[in-house]
């Protein structure tokens, strides 16, 4: 009993304003550490997650430059193939190229993508699709941009909606038939005579679709009578 009184006694006397005050400011001291921890690795991660983000952008974008290349590079060598040689099916190709991409111009400014006063309308809509690479997803995504509740369409891009293999076409992620996206030289909602595609249209042997498509996708873009 004399002990613990004696152990008592020590602690009371050790428990002065001074030591109170200086066990309080280290609690405190610790409870700020801790929070500054906390906020510290909740900013890193949230840098983390940035440049993660910021990276995933870029390579998004490099990827659709990649492509656009590829396709500006296919384009080219069909028209040097065409100056060349003459060749009729290297010709129905390219027009068969700028059909689809014409389409995707007109769909792009239906949708809202682009005013329509500048080039790369085609583009536009392709990479408003996103970088999914399943037809489905992606012909869902184009469906429900031609939907949306803030635009209203025209006749013949509501009819070419109804088009499954039209839609496919326009939709695919890599197409079978590299395209140049955007047409720098013409307002991309412009009306356009139907009789240049004709031909090619009711040659052209698409991969990916029936020939249907392609009728739908001229009827989309050719003028009406």
């Known amino acids: 009993m004399e002990h613990q009184k004696v152990n008592y ?16 400011q280290e609690l405190e001291r610790k409870r700020w550490k801790k929070t500054l921890e906390a906020g510290w690795d909740a900013m890193w991660a949230e840098e983390r997650e940035k440049e ?18 590829l396709e500006v590079e296919e384009n080219a060598l069909d028209m040097a193939d065409w100056v060349v040689s003459g060749d009729t099916p290297t010709l129905d190709r390219i027009t ?16 809202g993508l682009t005013d329509g006063n500048r080039g790369g309308a085609s583009r536009a809509w392709k990479d408003a699709l996103g970088p999914s690479l399943e037809l489905p997803e992606r012909l869902e995504k184009a469906r429900s941009l031609l939907r949306s509740p803030n635009i209203q369409l025209d006749s ?8 499954t ?5 326009v939709a695919e992620a890599h197409s079978s038939i590299f395209r140049s996206r955007g047409d720098e030289t013409a307002p ?22 029936t020939p249907d498509g392609s009728q739908a996708m001229a009827g989309l873009i050719h003028s009406a009578e």
């Open 9 to 24: 006694e020590r602690e009371v006397l050790d428990v002065t304003p001074e030591t109170q005050y200086m066990k309080e």
């Open 188 to 209: 991309v909602a412009a009306d356009v005579s139907h009789a240049p595609f004709a031909d090619p249209v009711s040659k052209y042997n698409f991969s990916t679709a």
């Open 52 to 69: 993660k983000k910021k990276w995933a952008e870029l390579e998004e974008e490099m990827d659709n430059l990649r492509q656009h290349l």
């Open 96 to 111: 068969i190229r700028q059909l689809i991409d014409k389409a995707q111009g007109n769909l792009a400014v239906q949708a």
């Open 165 to 169: 293999e039209g839609m496919k076409l």
């Open 156 to 163: 013949r891009t509501t009819k070419f909606l109804s088009s």
